[in-house]
């Protein structure tokens, strides 16, 4: 992003979407769909993100991830209408 | 600066699974405050920034009337969890902030948070506080003298982690270290 005091780098919105992802709670799934409605992905995008995501070996947050999974797909699915 | 569309929201009771009773404390705030139902979450959560609950510092509204200090710590910090209030976390996670310090007479907060039927949301706050600093008052005495009127669904309230400030590095190296947020004084 350009701006007149300099460049701004950002992760990729499918990165964003999972570092939200490893906790999901209600904020964190209403910033997803803000997400994904600014810069819509495919939930067969974001299954192939899943699945190579490198999700840190705490319990709490592999089960947060999963749980979060079918939640971000229907706000993928909601944003591609 | 705005960036998304305002929609209306739930009441916290409604995410709940809750109902509202008649709040001599809402009544309290309206009243000191002169807000309209819809404009008081606004004004409890600029007091609470004001009073230390610094983490949630933001620009507010210039026309919010100014602080009234006829509203005590303890019933600012039951107020923004009011199931009243349209859903909005930030005012949980302030109220939070507000209430972790030495300060805070848990025996009034007590008895508030009975009287405004609000344990389901301060239990909430108090099992994060024993996760990560289970010293921390109010909330070990709240733990200890509170029980919950019946069970709601607490799945919309904030996650523990939103309670706390961490990092994975700091001046010692790396590695995780979480901090309970306590009020700014």
């Not at chain 1, 974001?46 to 229907?74: G, S, Y």
């Not at chain 2, 002169?34 to 606004?42: I, Q």
């Not at chain 2, 239990?123 to 994060?128: D, E, K, P, S, Y």
């Amino acid at each position: 992003m350009n701006n007149p005091l300099g460049k701004v780098f950002r992760p990729a919105t499918v990165d964003l979407v999972l570092t939200k992802m490893a906790r999901g709670d209600e904020q964190d799934l209403e910033d997803i769909g803000f997400l994904l409605s600014q810069e819509p992905i495919s939930p067969r995008e974001l299954q192939a993100a899943f699945a190579r995501a490198r999700v840190p070996d705490v319990t709490e947050i592999r089960q947060l991830f999963i749980a979060a999974q079918p939640k971000v797909l229907k706000l993928a699915s909601d944003s591609l209408q | 600066m705005e960036l998304r569309e305002q929609t209306p929201r739930l009441t916290l009771a409604q995410k709940l699974g809750d109902v509202t009773h008649v709040s001599p404390l809402l009544r309290k705030v309206r009243g000191l405050s002169g807000c309209a139902e819809d404009r008081v979450g606004e004004w409890l959560l600029k007091c609470a920034v004001e009073r230390g609950a610094t983490h949630y510092r933001r620009d507010f509204d210039a026309g919010l009337p100014p602080d009234n200090p006829s509203l005590g710590d303890e019933e600012l910090g039951v107020a923004l969890c009011l199931a009243h209030h349209p859903f909005n976390p930030m005012l949980i996670r302030a109220a939070a902030q507000l209430l972790s310090t030495r300060h805070t007479d848990a025996r009034t907060l007590v008895r508030l948070v009975v009287m405004e039927r609000c344990e389901p949301v301060l239990l909430h706050i108090a099992g994060a506080a024993g996760r990560v600093a289970p010293e921390q008052e109010p909330w070990a005495s709240l733990r200890a003298q509170l029980t919950s009127r019946r069970q709601l669904r607490t799945d919309a309230l904030p996650h523990w982690s939103r309670f706390v400030s961490q990092t994975g590095y700091t001046p010692q190296g790396r590695g995780p270290h979480i901090e309970w947020l306590t009020r700014h004084e």
